[in-house]
C-alpha cells in the first residue's frame, strides 16, 4: 500500500515534470504569408519548438504527423520536406482557392510500472505504446497526452470548411476567421473539447517579435460558458495562441499561429 | 486675362460632359528611388460606416515579365483586398486596368448614377512594390447639392499626392 502510493507519487512528479518542461517551450508552424492573391501561390511553413517568438532557438518541430488540408478538405502531399538543426520547413502549392489547415498532431503515452522490483518509465508516440509497456506489468499508471499543433492560410475568399470541428480532442471553434484578423478589432474563438464547449479553460495569446521588446505583452483569458473568448488584437503582427484541457483523463494542448493585418 | 477668357470659354461645355457625375483627379507622386516600381491603386466607395458599396477602379501590373498576370500582389491593396478583392476574379470589365505612372490622372466614375441618395466616402488605396502603401478618404455626398460645395479633398504623404473628389449637378 505505501509503495503503491510512492509509485503513485513519482508518477504524479514525472507527469509535473513533463507538463512543465512542455509548458516552458513552445511549439509552432509560422508560414510565409496567410493572405495570397493571383495564380502562382506558394506557402512556405517554418515548424519549431522555441523558449521566444518566434525564433528558431530550441529544436526542429518533427513533421512525422504533420496534416495539410485543402479547402475542398482533400488532403495534400507537402513538398520540399527537411528538418535542420533548429527548424524543420516544408512547402505548399496553393492551386485552390480557399483557406487551407497544416496541422500537426501528437499523441504520446507516459507509463511508469515495475519490473523485478524496479520502476521502469517510457514516454513515447501513442501508437507504439502497446509494443513498449508490457500489458500486464506490475503497478501499470498510464496517461496519455495529444497536442495540435495548426496554421490557417487563404488564398482568395476565406472558406470554412477546414474550420469544421472534427469532435475528438481540444479544437478551436473560430467564429471570426482566422485569416480576417485585424488591428483594433476583436476576434471571437472558442474550444471544444470532443465536441463539447470547454468552459472556463485559460487561453494565452502571446505576440511574435519578443527580442525587441521587454514586456512580453501575453494575454491570459478565459472562456465562457459556452466555451468561448474575445481576443482584443490591439497590434498587427504574428500570435501564438495557446489552450490546454483534460480530455478524457488526457492532458491536451492546442496551438495555432494568427496573423493579425494592420488596417 | 487670357486664361481667363479661356476658362470661360471652355466651362459650358466641361460642365455637359461632368452632368451628374463623380469626378476624380489624383496625383502618384514621382519617387527618387533606386528601384521603381508604379503603384497598385485601388479606388471605391464606402458607406461612412466603412461598409464596401462599389469599386471605381483597379490599377494593377496585367503583364508584368515572366508572369501570366501581376495579381500576385492585389492582397497588398490590403484594406481592399478585404472589403472587395478576394470576392472578384481579375480582369473586372470597366474597373481593372494597368497601372499609371506618376503625375496627374483623372477619371469620372459612371457608375455613381447607381448610388442611392446619402452620405458616402471615395477611398483610394495605393501599394507599391519594394515601396509604401498608402490609403485616403475623401467624404462625399450624392448627389451633389445645388450650388453647395461639390468638391472635397485628400492629401496623402507617402504613396498619393493630392486627392479631389468632384461631384458635379
Known amino acids: 500500500m505505501m509503495f503503491a502510493k510512492t509509485n503513485f507519487l513519482k508518477s504524479v512528479t514525472l507527469a509535473v515534470a513533463l507538463a512543465t518542461s512542455a509548458h516552458a517551450h513552445r511549439a509552432w508552424l509560422l508560414p510565409s504569408a496567410t493572405v495570397f492573391s493571383g495564380d502562382d501561390k506558394w506557402v512556405t511553413i517554418d515548424a519549431a519548438i522555441s523558449n521566444d517568438l518566434f525564433y528558431f532557438e530550441h529544436v526542429p518541430m518533427r513533421l512525422e504527423n504533420l496534416t495539410a488540408i485543402a479547402p475542398d478538405g482533400s488532403v495534400l502531399k507537402p513538398q520540399f520536406l527537411n528538418t535542420g538543426k533548429y527548424r524543420s520547413t516544408f512547402d505548399v502549392e496553393l492551386e485552390k482557392s480557399g483557406t487551407y489547415k497544416f496541422a500537426v498532431v501528437n499523441q504520446s503515452v507516459m507509463a511508469s510500472w515495475e519490473e523485478n522490483g524496479e520502476t521502469k518509465r517510457w514516454r513515447g508516440p501513442a501508437a507504439n505504446a502497446d509494443k513498449e509497456i508490457p500489458a500486464n506489468a506490475a503497478k501499470l499508471q498510464k496517461s496519455g497526452m495529444s497536442q495540435r499543433i495548426e496554421v490557417f492560410v487563404t488564398a482568395g475568399k476565406p472558406t470554412r470548411k477546414v474550420l469544421e470541428p472534427t469532435g475528438k480532442g481540444l479544437e478551436l471553434v473560430a467564429e471570426t476567421h482566422p485569416n480576417d484578423l485585424f488591428a483594433g478589432e476583436k476576434a471571437k474563438f472558442g474550444f471544444l473539447v470532443d465536441g463539447k464547449p470547454a468552459a472556463n479553460i485559460t487561453v494565452t495569446v502571446a505576440p511574435g517579435g519578443k527580442r525587441y521588446r521587454d514586456n512580453l505583452k501575453e494575454l491570459q483569458l478565459k472562456t465562457d460558458a459556452d466555451g468561448m473568448f474575445t481576443v482584443p488584437f490591439t497590434e498587427a503582427g504574428m500570435y501564438w495562441l495557446n489552450a490546454t484541457a483534460n480530455v478524457g483523463g488526457s492532458r491536451a494542448s492546442y496551438v495555432a499561429t494568427l496573423e493579425v493585418l494592420p488596417q | ?169
Not at chain 2, 451628374?20 to 466607395?45: G, T
Not at chain 2, 477619371?107 to 495605393?126: D, N, Q
Request: charged content about 20%; proline content about 6%; hydrophobic content about 40%.
Open chain 2, 1 to 169: 486675362m487670357n486664361s481667363k477668357k479661356l476658362v470661360a470659354v471652355s466651362l459650358p461645355a466641361a460642365a455637359a460632359a461632368m452632368a451628374a457625375d463623380l469626378n476624380v483627379s489624383l496625383e502618384i507622386p514621382k519617387m527618387n528611388v533606386a528601384e521603381y516600381h508604379r503603384p497598385y491603386v485601388a479606388m471605391w466607395i464606402e458607406k461612412p460606416d466603412q461598409s464596401f458599396v462599389q469599386n471605381v477602379a483597379v490599377w494593377y501590373d496585367v503583364r508584368p515579365k515572366g508572369r501570366k498576370s501581376g495579381t500576385t500582389w492585389l492582397k497588398d491593396l490590403r484594406q481592399w483586398w478585404r472589403k472587395s478583392g478576394r470576392e472578384l476574379t481579375m480582369p473586372v470589365d470597366g474597373v481593372s486596368g494597368a497601372t499609371r505612372a506618376a503625375g496627374s490622372h483623372t477619371l469620372s466614375f459612371a457608375g455613381a448614377k447607381t448610388l442611392a441618395p446619402g452620405s458616402y466616402e471615395f477611398v483610394i488605396e495605393a501599394a507599391r512594390e519594394v515601396g509604401g502603401r498608402e490609403l485616403l478618404r475623401v467624404p462625399f455626398e450624392w448627389p451633389a447639392k445645388r450650388g453647395g460645395n461639390n468638391s472635397q479633398s485628400a492629401q496623402g504623404t507617402t504613396e498619393l499626392g493630392a486627392v479631389k473628389v468632384t461631384v458635379t449637378p
